[in-house]
């Protein structure tokens, strides 16, 4: 296991994103285009910066969690908490 949380880089993170969705180029529909760039960008990169930010929490959390214990309800709602990102 790693000793060193993960990070991600959101804006590398987002400008890769970007370079990988293929917007059709438009002039008569820039605007719209450029809308929807920016919400494409801005939801990879705060979705990067999410996932950091529960990396950390996660990481640095004092002792491991005994999950053997948990029902399955209970197990599932762990599993849910820990992919909120």
């Given at each position: ?29 820039l605007e719209q285009q ?17 996932f950091n930010q529960i ?31």
């Amino acid at each position: 296991m790693n000793d060193q949380p993960m990070h991600i880089d959101p804006e590398k993170f987002a400008f890769k994103f970007l370079e990988a969705y293929h917007f059709d180029f438009n002039t008569q529909h820039l605007e719209q285009q450029a809308k929807q760039e920016l919400a494409a960008y801005l939801s990879a990169y705060y979705l990067a910066d999410r996932f950091n930010q529960i990396e950390h929490q996660n990481f640095n959390r004092p002792a491991k969690t005994d999950l053997s214990h948990l029902g399955f309800d209970e197990l599932l709602k762990h599993v849910t908490n820990l992919n909120n990102y």
